[in-house]
Structures are given as C-alpha cells and as structure tokens.
C-alpha cells in the first residue's frame, strides 16, 4: 500500500494556486509513473475517495479495481457547505483553537479516541487556516452522471 500525501496534507506542502481533485488525481498518476507501477488498485476514504474515482475516469487503463469508503460523487450538502464555511472563516480569523479543532475532528473522525492527537496536529500543521484544502473540497463540482464511464 502506498498511501501519497496530497497537496496540502500530512507533510505536503499547499498550493498557493487553486487545484481541483482533478489535479490531484494527476498528482496520483505521477507518482505512480515515478514509482514504475503501469496499473494498480486505485482506493480512498472520502478526499481520497474524491480523488480516486476522478484518476479512475481519468486514467481508466491504469485502474485494476477501485475501493471507495465513506465517499461520494456529488457536492457537500447546502447545509453541511454552511456550516463547513463557517468553520473555515473562523478558522482563517481567529486561528486554529481546539474547540475548532476537535469540530473537525468530530466531523472526519467521529468517536475515536485518537481525535485529540489530530486536533494537536491540526492546530500546529494549520496555524493560518485550511487553505487550498477546504477551497478544493467546497469547489469541486458533482461527477455522478460521469460514472458509468
């Protein structure tokens, strides 16, 4: 298993520039040839599950098999997109605080007992605020239609 660490994620720089999954899936093809491997099986957990299914519409010859968890092909809801808005502009303001930090968490990693150490590395890995990251989750546009392909 090779997990990549995309744009703006784990020790990944962000992008200044926007960036769609698209181009993150790109990013998954050129990893891929950097490593050599022609074909894999491609998976993702809801971002990586955005990215994955547009590497597969993308690069179809260069997928075996396709594993989704806990993903989609469609937009945020209107109410989840508000409230996601509003976490991001707090964040961008007022800075990473852990009551922010553990809402995140909450949202992404539900009832788990390492939420805290993701809340501490969220705080010091985004000190200035999401960045391109949340812009390319609220941004993305809905892909179902494209998915008999």
Do not use: N
């Not at 519409?57 to 075996?64: C, G, M, S, T, Y």
Request: with cysteine; hydrophobic share 45%.
């Amino acid at each position: 298993m090779i997990p990549p660490a995309a744009r703006g994620h784990g020790e990944a720089a962000d992008d200044p520039d926007p960036y769609t999954y698209w181009d993150l899936a790109d990013d998954l093809a050129g990893l891929l040839d950097q490593l050599g491997i022609e074909r894999a099986v491609i998976g993702g957990m809801s971002q990586g599950g955005f990215i994955a299914l547009r590497f597969a519409l993308r690069h179809p010859d260069r997928v075996i098999g396709l594993v989704l968890l806990d993903s989609q092909a469609g937009v945020e809801l209107e109410d989840k997109r508000g409230e996601y808005e509003a976490m991001r502009s707090v964040w961008a303001e007022d800075g990473p605080s852990e009551l922010m930090a553990g809402m995140v968490a909450a949202i992404i990693l539900g009832e788990y007992e390492g939420s805290p150490h993701w809340v501490q590395r969220w705080i010091a890995r985004y000190p200035s605020g999401l960045g391109r990251i949340c812009s390319t989750l609220m941004d993305r546009y809905a892909i179902p239609a494209r998915l008999p392909a």
